[in-house]
């Protein structure tokens, strides 16, 4: 039911926006970047209760902490890159949000490689 409260809350955030957009564009887009801020916040408070159910379930697994460790990380690129680039097309800047993607792929393909590495010594030594 929380999603009920946030859509709502977006609703009257992006009224606000637009009605401000005309007169002051600067105060609607804070209020939109405040608003952002404000929902990534509170979803961060949600993330700590799957990342540990990540951790229990890697330890019964008895998934190497490596793998988990990089898995949150690429989550966590992602999640802040697609958030500072929403930021940055809310703001007119398409160019900069593209940037901010591009960056955080190449970020996750670095954090993967020790994955990829692992799973390519693996198909290796099941090769006769």
């Known amino acids: 039911m ?35 801020v404000l929902i990534f916040i509170l979803v961060l408070g949600k993330m700590g209760a799957v990342i540990g ?18 898995l949150l990380k690429i989550l966590g690129i992602a999640y802040i890159a697609e958030f500072g680039a929403q930021i940055c097309r809310d703001a007119g800047e398409g160019t900069i949000a593209s940037k901010i993607e591009m960056v955080g792929k190449i970020l996750i393909l670095v ?18």
Not at 7 to 35: H, I, S, Y
Not at 53 to 70: C, G, I, N, Q
């Open 111 to 128: 954090l993967a490689l020790p994955i990829f590495a692992a799973i390519m010594e693996v198909i290796v030594r099941l090769l006769p």
């Open 2 to 36: 929380e999603i009920l409260y946030v859509v709502g809350f977006a609703l009257v955030v992006a009224v606000f926006a637009v009605l401000l957009r005309e007169e002051r564009p600067e105060m609607a887009l804070l209020l939109v970047l405040g608003f952002g």
């Open 53 to 70: 159910l990540f951790r229990d379930l890697s330890r019964l697994a008895r998934v190497d902490e490596l793998y988990l460790t990089t």
